[in-house]
């Protein structure tokens, strides 16, 4: 059983606390919101008036807040963590951040000689109620297994991102895709309605195709993250058929914000003479456009 502080009573924060209390933790609660507190109070935690109050004789101290500025005034306000903790305390900041906020919190607390893991949380509330999150650990591998028993009460996987900060950039990966491809996703099926064509039809042919497959699992394996851009597909190919379907859309008065992005860059692409290249040559471009790869 751990002593655990646990602020931040939300959506997701009450039952990912909740979780805790049933495996046997002992619980100490704080939210701005005395409600969240009342109610997890009546499942066993103890209550307390603020962050400093909350953390005294806590082996851990998890947040579980809104953004980064909430979680940096939680751990150094006035009445903040920090005044408070134990020497050997572990803070794991559980809550969606920006990646530099959360370096910033984990150089300024290491300064401190104070521990800090950021461990932000894949899928939904549904998940922390059954305790099946996806818990995307980032931290040295002495903090993960330190914090791998609580972390099980909640989630039901653990990814070990590979060292402090990772956890957070992982998950940022993740949501940038999964968002954006949201967006492209609404995109498709609008343009299967004014087709005429049935939307399952469409998922049922995307199924077996890099649609919805991904391109990293399927075509990037063996060509560009291989160096090889001899063409399975090419460039010029994918630029003509991603141009008849915004020009059928433009015929069916269907905007793709995203289908016209798309087109442009393989329209770069080809400027840069690679239309002859493959398709996956369009990670090489993306790269070029970032500085990150010179040609
Ligand atoms: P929420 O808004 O429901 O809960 C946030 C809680 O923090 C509230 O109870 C609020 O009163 C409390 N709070 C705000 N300021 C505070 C302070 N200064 N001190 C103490 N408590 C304070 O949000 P949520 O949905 O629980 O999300 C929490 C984090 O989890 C966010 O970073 C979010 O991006 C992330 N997340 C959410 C989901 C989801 O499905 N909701 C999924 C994955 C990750």
């Excluded at 005294?56 to 953004?67: G, Q, R, S």
Aim: glycine share 8%.
């Amino acid at each position: 059983m751990s002593t655990i502080a646990f602020i931040g009573l939300g959506q997701m924060g009450k039952p990912m606390a909740s979780n805790l209390i049933k495996k046997g933790h002992s619980l100490t609660v704080y939210d701005v919101n005395k409600t969240a507190i009342a109610e997890v109070q009546a499942l066993g935690a103890k209550s307390s008036t603020s962050p400093k109050d909350a953390v005294k004789d806590c082996e851990f101290i998890i947040t579980m807040l809104p953004n980064g500025k909430l979680v940096e005034e939680v751990i150094f306000g006035q009445n903040g963590v920090i005044h408070t903790i134990r020497k050997d305390g572990l803070i794991i900041d559980m809550s969606t951040i920006h990646p530099l906020e959360s370096d910033n919190l984990r150089n300024k607390l290491t300064m401190q000689n104070i521990e800090f893991m950021d461990a932000p949380v894949g899928r939904t509330s549904d998940n922390a109620v059954v305790g099946t999150l996806l818990i995307l650990a980032g931290g040295t591998s002495e903090q993960i297994k330190r914090a791998s028993p609580i972390l099980r009460c909640m989630g039901s996987e653990i990814i070990n991102a590979g060292g402090p900060g990772q956890g957070i950039r992982v998950k940022l990966i993740n949501n940038f895709m999964s968002i954006a491809l949201n967006a492209l996703s609404a995109e498709a099926a609008t343009l299967c309605e004014a087709l005429g064509l049935p939307l399952d039809v469409a998922i049922n042919v995307m199924k077996g195709t890099p649609a919805i497959k991904s391109h990293f699992t399927t075509t990037w394996t063996n060509k560009v993250l291989k160096n090889d851009l001899t063409p399975a597909f090419m460039i010029d190919l994918a630029h003509k058929d991603l141009g008849i379907a915004t020009d059928v859309a433009n015929q069916l008065h269907v905007p793709l914000l995203m289908g016209a992005a798309a087109r442009e860059m393989y329209s770069q692409a080809r400027a840069m003479g690679r239309g002859k290249q493959d398709w996956t040559a369009i990670l090489e471009q993306a790269r070029m456009n970032s500085g990150l790869k010179n040609n």
